[in-house]
């Protein structure tokens, strides 16, 4: 079992930036990928970015160029540095880690974190 804390979230003017931590315990081992999803309300959750153990990062198309996935290994810790927020990055974010690519659902998740992306 691997257990999952987010933090970092809030409300932000747009064009501002945001940091998420999301930190592990647990089976950390297991781990292969580690990455953080989006749910806005009445939408379906979909992936922001993701970090492999051997540092590969994959990003949604909506969000390259202005988020960055990045991991300390020593703390066991994923970051989200975001920037140039927009209203249409509102959301729970949510920190997931799963023992295979590709197949979130198989890993686990943290309790999620809001952004707010207002004037």
């Known amino acids: 079992q691997v257990q999952l804390v987010e933090s970092g979230g809030g409300l932000v003017q747009p064009g501002g930036s945001l940091r998420l931590s999301c930190a592990a315990s647990g089976s950390i081992f297991s781990i292969y990928v580690m990455g953080w999803y989006r749910q806005a309300p009445g939408k379906q959750r979909e992936l922001v970015a993701t970090i492999t153990r051997g540092g590969n990062t994959n990003y949604a198309d909506s969000v390259k160029g202005r988020f960055t996935i990045s991991r300390d290994g020593a703390k066991n810790t994923v970051y989200l540095q975001m920037n140039s927020l927009k209203p249409e990055d509102t959301a729970v974010y949510y920190c997931?880690?799963?023992?295979?690519?590709?197949?979130?659902?198989?890993?686990?998740w943290g309790q999620g974190t809001r952004v707010t992306v207002s004037s």
């Open positions: 997931n880690a799963a023992p295979y690519p590709g197949d979130p659902g198989r890993g686990s």
